[in-house]
Nanobody, 125 residues
Framework: VQLQACGGGLVQAGGSLRLSCVAS????????KAWFRQGPGKEREFVAA????????YYAESVKGRFTISADNAKNTVFLQLNSLTPEDTAVYYC???????????????????WGQGTLVTVSS
């Protein structure tokens, strides 16, 4: 499975962006889908996930209520809507897929075995 993420850019604080990630090579319908991010000088951290085909969404506390993860399985695409952005959201955002994640690991970086190349989101104050 190959993942291609896009949609990043430069935005002012309070603004919005929509990230997209297209999977190719295999249907991602039954995979868990997630977004992670890595800010300057920081480790990669969990942002949001959809558990398998059930559609149950999970969010990091820092983005809850501002970000929304969704998927269009017919198009093999997962989205991340980013609203009310702050400079602390500046990071490279990575999409990821997992065929082996379970409920207890769906937010864990180690559960994901397919990764996109990342798209940079920069939020100015």
């Amino acid at each position: 499975v190959q993942l291609q993420a896009c949609g990043g850019g430069l935005v002012q604080a309070g603004g919005s962006l929509r990230l997209s990630c297209v999977a190719s090579g295999r249907s991602s319908r039954n995979y868990s889908k997630a977004w992670f991010r890595q800010g300057p000088g920081k480790e990669r951290e969990f942002v949001a996930a959809l558990f398998r085909s059930y559609g149950t969404a999970y969010y990091a506390e820092s983005v809850k209520g501002r970000f929304t993860i969704s998927a269009d399985n017919a198009k093999n695409t997962v989205f991340l809507q980013l609203n009310s952005l702050t400079p602390e959201d500046t990071a490279v955002y990575y999409c990821a897929l997992s065929e082996r994640a379970i409920l207890s690991t769906v937010t864990s970086r180690d559960a994901y075995n397919y990764w996109g190349q990342g798209t940079l989101v920069t939020v100015s104050s």
